[in-house]
């Protein structure tokens, strides 16, 4: 808890809108509502009593959705990428993609509907920050997989699905389905629905589904902030059945910013024996890595 919270406060040091929910969520008097997953034990560190609570406040409430993007109930979680390292997302698409900077206005129907902050970078107009890490790993997965029409791809830990509406703007894929807490599937849903869709999506929690093959999966800042006995659940029901993956990874190896019940890199790559570990590029926090397997390429900037 120490470290989440040394971290959330190192990034809020270049971040005024997540400097402002900390000091919000902090120094708030009165209850903080309840987790979503009532055993500690199998509960995400995003499962922090306020998050799920507003993004059920979120999915149902049309004041609450309009800007749930800047509510300091969400941002903690969702909305902490600085100015500054949206600029080097900008860099990293200037350098190996120009073809998705040539468009990146398709990406801007991501900043939309919710609210966010944006901010101007030159060449590129006005942009959250967040978006253009999306559009990052869009590119990212463009590089690593083979995309069809028909490729079955499932994302773990979602947010609201920003990163299927940027990926949507470049990939072709069959279904995307989307795993997450209950609330923060609802809130998804209403997010997506505000748009329209190249592909088509299917929400589940890891409880409702059969183990099943998908072509690729992904997962980003969120498998790796599970409890282990969730990710081992998560390992034999949906990873380890996939024949291609990319999960952005911030515990499980020594100074990642999450210590604490996380499996460590060494199990993960017992699980996934064909993985590959490439630096995260650029790096958002200390030590974190992304883990790949199944890949035809490795990113471009790696
Ligand atoms: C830090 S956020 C990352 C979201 C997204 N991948 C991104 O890059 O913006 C962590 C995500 O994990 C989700 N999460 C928490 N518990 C989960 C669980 N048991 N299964 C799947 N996702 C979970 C949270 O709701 C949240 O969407």
Request: with cysteine; glycine share 8%.
């Amino acid at each position: 808890m120490f470290e989440k919270l040394r971290d959330r406060l190192a990034k809020a040091r270049t971040n005024p809108s997540l400097a402002w929910a900390l000091l919000k969520t902090r120094f708030r008097v009165g209850p903080a509502g309840g987790a979503e997953v009532a055993d500690p034990a199998h509960r995400s560190i995003s499962d922090d009593g306020r998050y799920t609570v507003f993004c059920d406040r979120a999915a149902r409430s049309t004041l609450a959705f309009r800007t749930f993007r800047r509510h300091p109930d969400y941002v903690p979680i969702l909305e902490h990428v600085t100015r500054e390292l949206g600029q080097s997302y900008v860099d990293v698409l200037r350098r190996w993609t120009p073809h998705v900077i040539d468009r990146i206005n398709d990406f801007k129907v991501n900043d939309l509907v919710g609210g966010p902050i944006t901010h101007e970078y030159e060449g590129i107009g006005r942009v959250n920050p967040t978006t253009l890490r999306y559009v990052k790993v869009a590119t990212d997965l463009e590089t690593c997989f083979n995309w069809t029409a028909t490729t079955a791809v499932a994302e773990v830990g979602i947010g609201y699905g920003g990163q299927l509406l940027c990926a949507d703007r470049l990939l072709s894929y069959g279904t995307w389905t989307l795993f997450d807490l209950p609330p923060v599937l609802r809130l998804a849903s209403r997010y997506l629905e505000s748009h329209l869709l190249q592909g088509s999506y299917r929400l589940t929690t890891l409880n409702q589904s059969q183990p099943a093959s998908y072509d690729i999966v992904v997962s980003n800042y969120a498998f790796s902030e599970l409890p282990a006995a969730v990710q081992r659940a998560y390992l034999r029901k949906v990873l380890s059945r996939a024949a291609s993956g990319y999960m952005t990874m911030n515990s499980g190896r020594e100074g990642t910013p999450f210590g604490g019940d996380h499996l460590c890199l060494a199990e993960v790559r017992r699980q996934l024996p064909d993985c590959e570990v490439v630096e995260e590029h650029p790096c958002s926090a200390p030590g974190n890595y992304i883990v790949l397997w199944g890949h035809r390429s490795r990113p471009q900037w790696s």
